[in-house]
């Protein structure tokens, strides 16, 4: 979405403030960890001043979301392969890609921080989550307007992505393409 | 464990010095958070020298690990009811109970906190998980060793595990008795 934002409106202020901030983000959360800074630190980082990021994005919870999310869209974007096995193939290799790659267990991190920061903390995590549920159920409804048999997004939680998320929190077993599509078989079964 | 070491030997300084300890630890995570705070801080709160907690856990991750596994030996131990389905149904309903409960995820925040610690994180992170997992390991042994057929202790993780962790975490449906039935059966199955 800033990628094509940018594209639209080359050069941009509301683009290059998005672009600058986003990047002061990830530089902010990959140093000290989510939770750990303020707004005024995005802010003094991306070189705008705190109001703009208010205005923006109303909270420092909101913020770290929106970062989380629009990373996640582009590195991990909901699979359309045309068939559901197909689907859910591609989208736990992206997934396993994603928390065996430089930012890890984001996903995870990023949610406990939420859960422990007040209201808004929950508000953002919730958001979050509820964007990231709102994809796969759309993967999910294009398999049944298919004719196909789909899972429900809570089976795909708990028997696709958990197992995924624990192995790496837990240290306990490579992501294989075998073991993936072992998961994904079970599932459908 | 540390009850009963304080029953055997009633104002035994080791034993007091452990629980003051623990008792710091505890109240400095649901103050600050695993890995906001150092060993000095938790020798002020005990009340003892910086160089006896040293001498005992030789450094913060050990003894992190150390408070967390007594609080899971003695609130969740593992189940021995004489079957298989008894043993997991135990064990899922202490799982759902322990991460609902006030202490909430904190084996997946120590595991976090203690992945981002440096090589002492990751070892004290390591031979945590092996204990759990060697518990787990017991308890599958016994169903083996009385004609059961157990699953392997990474099926447990994948997929008795890994679903009751991720639903917490994501708040993503409730922990009700037909819910971990269903897991249980299904890993069964």
Request: charge should be neutral.
């Amino acid at each position: 979405m800033d990628e094509q934002g940018r594209a639209r409106r080359p050069g941009g202020r509301s683009a290059r403030v998005r672009a600058a901030v986003h990047q002061a983000v990830t530089g902010l959360v990959s140093e000290r960890g989510y939770g750990n800074f303020t707004v005024g630190e995005v802010a003094a980082r991306a070189g705008v001043a705190d109001t703009s990021l208010y205005r923006r994005w109303g909270n420092l919870e909101a913020l770290l979301s929106d970062v989380l999310l629009t990373r996640l869209n582009a590195q991990a974007p909901m699979p359309d392969t045309g068939s559901l096995p197909g689907d859910l193939r591609t989208y736990a290799a992206n997934v396993a890609r994603e928390v065996t790659g430089p930012d890890g267990l984001a996903v995870v991190r990023l949610t406990i921080a939420l859960s422990g920061a007040g209201r808004q903390g929950l508000q953002a995590r919730d958001e979050f989550l509820a964007e990231r549920r709102r994809q796969l159920q759309a993967m999910l409804d294009r398999a049944r307007d298919r004719g196909e048999d789909p899972p429900d997004v809570l089976g795909v939680l708990d028997h696709l992505l958990a197992p995924i998320y624990m192995r790496v929190l837990f240290d306990a077993g490579p992501l294989t393409p075998d073991y993936l599509d072992g998961l994904v078989n079970r599932l459908l079964a």
